[in-house]
Structure formats: structure tokens, C-alpha cells
């Protein structure tokens, strides 16, 4: 069954470093989504990229957060500044149907710790 | 500000019972609902949906249903199974007002633990 693949499982890294993280959706799927649960919390919309560009974003999603996808088949997630508050679960998701959310599949998560 | 409320952090079901999930949501732009299973170290995966034209759905042991009036739906899971321990999300989207891009609105979720 395809599956949409995130990496790294894990990242560490120090205040206000610059962090990527990856993501290759389902090759047919059109819809693109970044989604984040902090410990303890519910998960937590970020963004969505539809035809090269940004559909929605959330208050989340100031400055700090870009979205990218470089070729036919990554998506990416960068932090230009992390903060402690960013440590979390992120996770990537696609769907195939435009405003088909029923049909969004998830990544496992790359749970990004910020020290 | 919490739209969509799953009030209990978890919840503890003998093998063979029923398991009964609750979600309340405040957001009455509100109208497609879903409900989301999540393993340990996996993604969430979706498990079934509801739209607010009905007020039941159906799918094997799972039953979803809707009270608009109330603003609150369930998950029934029915003989409830080892395998189905694990975190319930539920979630809702503004789907007809076009708020399918916005993503979906999360609940904190729901420990499930079915006992032998």
C-alpha cells in the first residue's frame, strides 16, 4: 500500500538553528499538508500547498515556517529560526482530491526536539 | 480556544464490550466529521467520517454518530478488540464553506485500552 515517508524519525538541534524536514507524499496525490502535535496537545494544522503554492496556513505559520517542493516527488518543511516552542511531533500528509479530507494519509512524524 | 473537545484523555473497555468515544465541537461552520486512529510512532490514519446531512455512518464494527443540535458526535466500536488500542482523534472540517484547504481542526484525542 503507498504510503507517504518522512524524514528524519528524529531531529535535534540548538536554538535558532535552521532545520529541514522531509517528505515524500503518495506520487499521485495533488493536496500537500503539514500538520504538528506538541506533547500533550491536539494535532495542530500548519499549512496546505496545492499546484505549487500555498492554499492555507494557519496563525502557526508566521515567518519562521516556509514550504517547498523541490522536485516532482519531495516536500519539505523548513524552520529558519528554531525556538524551544517549535519542539514537537510534525507531521506531513497528502490527499489525492482537492477538499477530499477524508482521504488524508499521514506520515509517521519527525519529531523535531529544540534545545 | 478549543472547537473540537474530546473530554476524556482516555478510556478503559473489556475485550468484547462496546467502546464509546465522545467529541464535542463549538464551531457551527462545522460540517464534516472524522474520526482518526493513532498507533505509537505512527501518523494518525483515518478510520471514518461523517457528513452533517446525516446523523449515523456505518463501516464494519465502527459507527459514527451525529447529534447537530447537541453540536456532538461518537465512535462506537462494537465487539471492541485488542487491536484497537490506541489514540482516537476526532476531527472536523468547514467542508462546504470551502474550508476543505484550511485542514482539519483536531481534539486532543483518546486513549483507548481494551483489556482481555
Known amino acids: 500500500e503507498p504510503e507517504v515517508t518522512q524524514t528524519p524519525s528524529h531531529q535535534v538541534t540548538q536554538m535558532g538553528q535552521e532545520v529541514i524536514l522531509r517528505c515524500v507524499p503518495i506520487?499521485?496525490?495533488?493536496?500537500f499538508y503539514w500538520y504538528r502535535q506538541i506533547l500533550g496537545q491536539k494535532v495542530e494544522f500548519l499549512v496546505s500547498?496545492?499546484?505549487?503554492?500555498?492554499?492555507?496556513k494557519s496563525e502557526i505559520f508566521d515567518d519562521q515556517f516556509s514550504v517547498e517542493r523541490p522536485d516532482g516527488s519531495n516536500f519539505t518543511l523548513k524552520i529558519r529560526s528554531t525556538k524551544l516552542e517549535d519542539s514537537a511531533m510534525y507531521f506531513c500528509?497528502?490527499?489525492?482530491?482537492?477538499?477530499?479530507?477524508?482521504?488524508?494519509?499521514f506520515g509517521s512524524g519527525t519529531q523535531l526536539s529544540v534545545l | 480556544d478549543q472547537q473540537v473537545k474530546q473530554n476524556s484523555p482516555s478510556l478503559s473497555v473489556q475485550e468484547g464490550r462496546i467502546s464509546i468515544l465522545n467529541c464535542d465541537y463549538t464551531?457551527?461552520?462545522?460540517?464534516?466529521f472524522l474520526w482518526y486512529k493513532k498507533y505509537p510512532a505512527e501518523g494518525p490514519t483515518f478510520l471514518i467520517s461523517?457528513?452533517?446531512?446525516?446523523d449515523k455512518n456505518e463501516d464494519g464494527r465502527f459507527t459514527v454518530f451525529l447529534n447537530k443540535s447537541a453540536k456532538h458526535l461518537s465512535l462506537h466500536i462494537v465487539p471492541s478488540q485488542p487491536g484497537d488500542s490506541a489514540v482516537y482523534f476526532c476531527?472536523?472540517?468547514?467542508?462546504?464553506?470551502?474550508?476543505?484547504?484550511?485542514?482539519?481542526?483536531f481534539g486532543k484525542g483518546t486513549h483507548l485500552i481494551i483489556q482481555p
Open positions: 500528509a497528502s490527499s489525492e482530491e482537492f477538499l477530499a479530507n477524508e482521504k488524508l494519509f
Open positions: 506520487s499521485n496525490h495533488l493536496y
Open positions: 500547498f496545492y499546484n505549487n503554492e500555498i492554499s492555507e
Open positions: 464551531n457551527s461552520m462545522f460540517d464534516y
Open positions: 461523517i457528513s452533517s446531512i446525516k
Open positions: 476531527a472536523a472540517s468547514a467542508f462546504s464553506s470551502g474550508g476543505g484547504a484550511d485542514g482539519l481542526t
